[in-house]
């Protein structure tokens, strides 16, 4: 089920006419860190909890970054966003401890928490729906909770990709840790497509210009 999910959208970032450019000289470290949020491990490939990761997957394909490769604690990569060298990252240290993978990479390559974006899911919002903020609370994501607690701030972006709420606090742990519905798998390689080729925007903090531009490509 994940391998077709991810081929239609491989198929979707082609339909886009997405173009990248050279994933750049490895010689320039990376000024910017995108960090996908989710649980290492097949079990978990599909549950919403790992939409950040399924995000990070998208970029990379998008942007023919190199092989992902063991660092930081994570699943790392690089790639340029437009002009802007990125650390891709999927931390492997489950989602409560995102945080040390995150501080690790930000302190090697001395990237400020403001160029740290964390993407991840948000039960608050509706399926599907995309929010940017920088700073804030973490409304109980243990991900989010993780990062500001080793980055010592909460200064840093998040993109926050509406999951929707279960209805009732006791269905929240099912929820969130179960794979998505059938109809959202029709709908999420499109997401994912649209977020990858609008990514870049992130990477330069405009904000408003990604949220637009995502938005088009859903219509």
């Not at 949020?37 to 790992?50: E, S």
């Not at 998008?62 to 092989?67: D, E, I």
């Not at 080729?197 to 088009?216: I, M, R």
Request: with cysteine.
């Amino acid at each position: 089920m994940a391998k077709a999910i991810w081929r239609r959208c491989r198929e979707t970032l082609q339909r886009l006419f997405i173009s990248s450019e050279d994933p750049s000289s490895q010689s320039d470290p990376p000024v910017f860190i995108i960090a996908g949020l989710g649980n290492p491990g097949a079990q978990y490939a599909l549950h919403r909890h790992n939409v950040g990761f399924m995000v990070v997957d998208a970029i990379a394909d998008m942007a023919s970054a190199p092989a992902f490769r063991k660092k930081f604690k994570s699943l790392v990569s690089e790639c340029k966003l437009g002009s802007t060298k990125v650390l891709l990252m999927k931390p492997q240290t489950f989602m409560n401890a995102s945080g040390e993978a995150v501080r690790e990479a930000a302190q090697f390559y001395k990237v400020a928490p403001a160029k740290v974006l964390a993407i991840h899911d948000e039960l608050d919002l509706e399926p599907f729906k995309l929010k940017v903020k920088t700073g804030g609370g973490n409304a109980g994501h243990n991900g989010l909770k993780s990062i500001q607690s080793h980055l010592g701030t909460p200064d840093f972006m998040r993109l926050r990709i509406g999951i929707g709420h279960p209805g009732a606090k006791p269905l929240v742990h099912k929820h969130v840790l179960g794979n998505f519905s059938k109809a959202e798998l029709e709908a999420l390689p499109d997401l994912l497509g649209a977020i990858a080729a609008e990514a870049k925007s992130l990477a330069t903090g405009n904000e408003a210009k990604f949220l637009s531009d995502t938005a088009l490509r859903l219509r």
